[in-house]
């Protein structure tokens, strides 16, 4: 029997089809001979030792990350800051613009559509360049106050927030990625709001509940069974699109493979690892997310 997606049972990797196995085998066949070409042109012997002590060290004076895992661990941090300035304003523009039409949903258009046909490496110039000097001010004063901390306050607020003298750097590309994955995150929150059926809404005021438990305890509940699908991919972009961070110089996981390029000379074997860290990374939070699908799927009742 043909296998009929959202009707047969999910296939493991015991009933592969044969097309699965011709796919799998020209994938296969594909990277090989780009590694074979790859190696063929660069006209050298690959070192990947090389790589490692920018990965991590081992001295005199203990265990030390390298530049790669300082900047995987920058991107990381940089990509939650985001994700969460994301969520907060995608989740309370979608949630408002819900079911809202006319001249009152004019502001959340506005906002999602100037955002979203904005290029993000356009946007994050205005936000460092011109948006910037609003809180530089700010910025410098709340550096100055981290400076004068305890070692170990000071060192957790580095850690949590931006390293050293990057304060400013880190705001904006917060900001900048925060605000603009936010106007997609909006549009996800609202077309999930407004597929719940309109007759979950009106037996929910037909209980006597207000408008808030409304959306609360019958809406929302049935609206996340549809947004967290592609939330999931949406965040998986955030943490792709942290590497516009590294054309205002912010040493997160790409600005750091650049200056390791700049000192080795290496271009493949670097950009493959970095792109085996990125890997990872969207990797986590696709698993992630199917984890949470799964913990949404609609129950019988037994």
Not at 31 to 36: H, I, R, V
Not at 96 to 105: E, M, Q
Not at 154 to 183: C, F, N, S, V
Not at 257 to 280: I, N
């Amino acid at each position: 029997m043909s296998y009929l997606p959202g009707i047969s049972p999910a296939r493991s990797w015991r009933r592969l089809t044969r097309g699965d196995i011709l796919l799998a085998a020209a994938a296969l066949a594909v990277a090989a001979l780009f590694l074979f070409r790859a190696r063929e042109l660069s006209g050298r012997h690959w070192d990947w030792n090389a790589l490692t002590p920018y990965l991590w060290q081992r001295d005199a004076d203990g265990f030390h990350w390298g530049m790669l895992t300082k900047g995987l661990f920058m991107t990381v941090r940089l990509g939650l800051w985001s994700l969460a300035l994301a969520l907060a304003s995608g989740f309370l523009i979608g949630a408002l613009s819900a079911r809202v039409r006319g001249f009152a949903a004019l502001p959340a258009r506005l906002y999602v559509n100037l955002l979203r046909n904005t290029p993000p490496l356009v946007l994050l110039f205005l936000v460092f360049f011109f948006a910037g000097s609003f809180f530089a001010e700010p910025l410098l004063r709340a550096e100055e106050l981290v400076q004068g901390l305890p070692p170990g306050p000071r060192d957790m607020i580095h850690l949590l927030l931006a390293p050293p003298g990057q304060m400013d750097r880190m705001a904006a590309a917060i900001l900048t990625l925060g605000l603009y994955e936010g106007a997609y995150v909006a549009e996800i929150v609202r077309a999930g709001i407004e597929s719940v059926p309109r007759g979950q809404w009106e037996a929910a005021a037909s209980q006597g509940f207000s408008p808030w438990q409304q959306r609360r305890y019958i809406i929302a509940p049935q609206a996340l069974r549809f947004i967290l699908p592609p939330l999931a991919g949406q965040t998986i972009s955030i943490f792709k699109e942290t590497t516009l961070a590294s054309i205002i110089s912010l040493p997160e996981l790409t600005f750091q493979s650049l200056e390791v390029m700049a000192v080795t000379r290496m271009t493949f074997e670097l950009w493959l690892v970095t792109a085996l860290l990125y890997l990872g990374l969207s990797l986590l939070w696709s698993r992630l997310g199917v984890w949470l699908e799964r913990r949404q799927k609609w129950r019988p009742v037994e």
